[in-house]
């Protein structure tokens, strides 16, 4: 028999049963409706790796991840270029983990897999509202003729929750018909207080990593500049933390465009900070 030690496939500090957890980190490996630069795919696996090298202490929120209870449940295994099936499976499983009365933190993958988890989610916890953190829109009805894509994946969101339960964060690109949208309906935030709207709200975040600025996050399939720092982002999130978020996930690290890895590093960092705030 081997004795080891052996280094952890978990991300730090994860738990070991899922039936005692209160988060479940879950990989969602998609990328097959990415209309730039692919690799998405290979996120949840990359940033498992590289989360040995993080500090299990947020010194942000004060709280090390080790004293919270979550667990990671590993990648789910979807089939090549059928985004129906794709969303079916992130469905299914997005429903054990909250008919279980859980919280999920969703890595993905593209920024599709969102619908997914807001489908599941939609059943089980009632008065929802999603903030979006992102460069892009994403709010195309259709791209290259196909309604379920990354580029779309908050318009189809706004079918289940309304535009009136969604802000948008970061926002600097997309179709003059995206912006046209956005601004009928108010979802562009720009000032913290403008949040105060969903605060008696079941909030679910998903972070887009392209919102972050290209000088720091470069591994991501569409980089626009003129992002958030870090900093600006922490900022956010140290002010959603009063309110009652349900769920969060984080998308679209492509980690092997960025060979530094610093885009993988930054991206374990986010998630130790969104463990803490869940």
């Not at 270029?81 to 859980?102: F, H, P, Q, W």
């Not at 933190?105 to 897999?113: M, P, S, T, Y």
Request: charged share 25%; net charge negative; with cysteine.
């Amino acid at each position: 028999m081997l004795i080891g030690p052996f280094l952890e496939k978990d991300f730090i500090g994860a738990k070991k049963e899922f039936e005692s957890s209160d988060i479940v980190l879950l990989g969602m490996p998609y990328d097959c409706t990415c209309s730039n630069r692919p690799g998405t795919r290979f996120a949840p696996q990359q940033i498992r790796l590289e989360s040995v090298g993080i500090e299990t202490y947020s010194p942000y929120f004060d709280k090390d991840i080790e004293d919270i209870n979550f667990y990671d449940a590993g990648d789910l295994e979807f089939p090549f270029g059928n985004a129906e099936k794709m969303l079916k499976i992130v469905e299914d499983n997005t429903s054990i983990i909250y008919k279980e009365r859980k919280k999920i933190l969703g890595i993905g993958g593209e920024h599709l897999v969102t619908l997914g988890e807001i489908l599941a989610i939609n059943k089980y916890v009632k008065n929802l509202a999603v903030i979006q953190f992102d460069a892009h829109t994403d709010l195309r009805e259709q791209y290259l003729t196909e309604k379920l894509t990354h580029s779309g994946v908050m318009y189809q969101i706004s079918k289940l929750t309304g535009f009136d339960n969604i802000a948008q964060i970061g926002i600097r690109s997309g179709e003059k018909q995206e912006f046209n949208l956005m601004n009928k309906y108010g979802t562009h935030k720009t000032q913290y207080f403008e949040l105060d709207k969903f605060k008696d709200k079941n909030i679910f975040i998903t972070i887009d990593l392209d919102v972050l600025d290209p000088s720091l996050m470069s591994g991501v399939g569409t980089p626009e500049a003129g992002g958030l720092s870090y900093l600006e982002l922490i900022g956010w999130l140290k002010y959603l933390k009063k309110f009652n978020i349900i769920g969060i996930d984080i998308v679209e690290l492509a980690p092997d465009i960025d060979i530094s890895k610093t885009s993988t590093a930054t991206a374990c960092k986010l998630i130790r900070e969104c463990l803490t705030i869940l």
